[in-house]
């Protein structure tokens, strides 16, 4: 079964750092592009970053450039998200999703999904 | 920024009916769009995607349609557990961008 498992999610203070992890089971992630995508609590999904399946290109909503790093270890089928200088609009769910035809950019969407792992930037 | 704009915000309808759910991306996007279901406590699940091409598991109720800025999402003969969020994405431009979203209830 191809399944994605996020972790690392928890509370932290304003200007403080978090590291996400997700693990992929049941494929080789070395052969996909990766995303996270993050949901604030009963608001709509925004996508966050995206790297593709070596490294090569890396994008960013502008709302975490200079903030958060995405980055990946294929040999451990794991992706991950530094988050620095967090803020309280950072709060959210956040989903690391595959990129189902191998790139994201005009291939067909994102799938799977993992279960999420939740962020809260709170004093 | 291609800006995804999806219509109605709620719909509430029967069992039995059918829904027409509408996307507009703010300029072209090709057929380089997708559809999402999202259950309560439920991470996303891919619907359709390539505007019309059904993912794994949806039965045929289930169609997408359109190209360039207009896209449709149809579900025919309603059922319960077609009650959720769904959500168009564009992913033919950076940054990737999703819709607002648009909350089908059943009644």
Sequence with gaps: EVQLVESGGGLVKPGGSLRLACEGSGFTLSSYSMNWVRQAQGKGLEWVASISSSSNYIYYTDSVKGRFTISRDNVKNSLYLQMNSLRAEDTAVYYCARCSGGTCHRSSGFDPWGQGTLVTVSS | ?107
């Design chain 2, 1 to 107: 920024e291609v800006v995804m704009t999806q219509s109605p915000v709620t719909l509430s309808l029967s069992p039995g009916e059918g829904a027409t759910l509408s996307c507009r991306a703010s300029q072209s996007v090709s057929s380089n769009l997708a559809w999402y279901q999202q259950k309560p406590g439920q991470a996303p699940r891919l619907l359709i995607y390539g505007a019309s091409t059904r993912a794994t598991g949806f039965p045929a109720r289930f169609s997408g349609s359109g190209s360039g800025t207009e896209f449709t999402l149809t579900i025919n003969s309603l059922q319960s557990e077609d009650s959720a969020v769904y959500y168009c994405q564009q992913y033919n431009d950076w940054p990737i961008t999703f819709g607002q979203g648009t909350r089908l209830e059943i009644k």
